[in-house]
């Protein structure tokens, strides 16, 4: 199984919105709702901050928000601000009931 | 809430095998919940290894699925990672996770533990 794609970097100021995309295809992205985002900070585990493509857990800041288009999930910050500089992974259920994850994404706060 | 801890060497001779226990504390292994390896290489991305469920079914990577095993220690609360012939691609940091029975994301981690394959 390839890893999904998704983009090397992403920046963006104080207050604004991103979003990172992730491609896979139609045995893991497009043919279930079940991708999932976490952040991960330097140095420490990843967090889940959304599942089941928009679902968010309850710890989590509303300014995390996920939608999935055919085989190409999103995630969008808005509000950006400097604790949301991290490195960013999507993951994804496949039909042969494993798990894949993104290639991951670094967000710069500038 | 549910707390995981990764144990076991940090080096690993090549050809040998990479041995990892994750103690799971504030919960039970027997619940309904699988129970996953997922590992990350300096500097690059996370990998899925494997998964474990209380029954003792397992799921693995296709890519790793020669070499790896997982099992559970329920006596112990705890279940295992081996790795069988590494190399130095398999040096990585190694991290347990929880994922609930019926979903599909991984919601407790444990801190993960460096695990470096040198002679």
């Known amino acids: 199984q390839s890893a999904l794609t998704q983009p090397a970097s992403v920046s963006g100021s104080p207050g604004q919105s991103i979003t990172i995309s992730c491609t896979g295809t139609?045995?893991?992205?497009?043919?279930?709702?079940?991708v999932s985002w976490y952040q991960q900070h330097p140095g420490k585990a990843p967090k889940l901050v959304i599942y089941?493509?928009?679902d968010r857990p309850s710890v989590v800041s509303n300014r995390f928000s996920g939608s999935k288009s055919g085989n190409t999930a999103s995630l969008t910050i808005s509000g950006l601000q400097a604790e949301d500089e991290a490195d960013y992974y999507c993951s994804s259920y496949t039909s042969s009931s494993t798990y894949v994850f993104g290639t991951g994404t670094k967000v710069t706060v500038l | 809430q549910v707390q995981l801890q990764e144990s076991g060497p940090g080096l690993a001779k090549p050809s040998g095998t990479l041995s990892l226990t994750c103690a799971v504390s504030?919960?039970?292994?027997?619940?309904?919940?699988?129970w996953s390896w997922i590992r990350q290489p300096p500097g690059k991305g996370l990998e899925w290894i494997g998964e474990i469920y209380h029954s003792g079914s397992t799921n693995y990577n296709p890519s790793l699925r020669s070499r790896v095993s997982i099992s559970l220690d329920k006596s112990k609360n705890q279940f295992s990672l081996n790795l069988r012939s590494v190399t130095a691609a398999d040096t990585a940091t190694y991290y347990c996770?929880?994922?609930?029975?019926?979903?599909?994301?991984?919601?407790?981690w444990g801190q993960g533990t460096l695990v470096t394959v040198s002679s």
């Open positions: 139609s045995s893991d992205v497009g043919g279930y709702n079940y």
């Open positions: 089941d493509v928009s």
């Open positions: 504030s919960g039970s292994i027997r619940s309904s919940n699988w």
């Open positions: 996770a929880r994922n609930p029975y019926g979903d599909y994301q991984f919601d407790y």
